[in-house]
């Protein structure tokens, strides 16, 4: 069943439906803050989409990381890389359709 989350990021309030629980659109809107915040304290005077990209960017290395870091188990962390690429995706495209223009 599908659940309806609302979290802050970037102190902008989103809506989200998750299938898979609010703790974990929590959990993840928690961790691209604190992304987020490390950016800014790096270099305050960015715009917020280069914050954001850049947030993204950190996130997309550490994951890479991760990745490189379990070689013993590869195709977990291939399945787990997966998940999460494919988890990305639907955030994203539900966040898009969140801050769409309205007519």
Known sequence: MSETVQVEVAGR???LRSDE???D????ARLVNERIGDVLRAAPHLEKEEVAIL???NMGDELLRQRAVGDADSGDIEEAVEAVRSR????????????????
Do not use: C, F, W
């Open 13 to 15: 309030s989103y809506r």
């Open 21 to 23: 629980g609010g703790a």
């Open 25 to 28: 659109l929590a959990a993840v």
């Open 55 to 57: 947030a993204a960017l």
């Open 88 to 103: 990305i995706a639907d955030l994203t495209k539900r966040l898009e359709q969140t801050v769409a223009p309205r007519d």
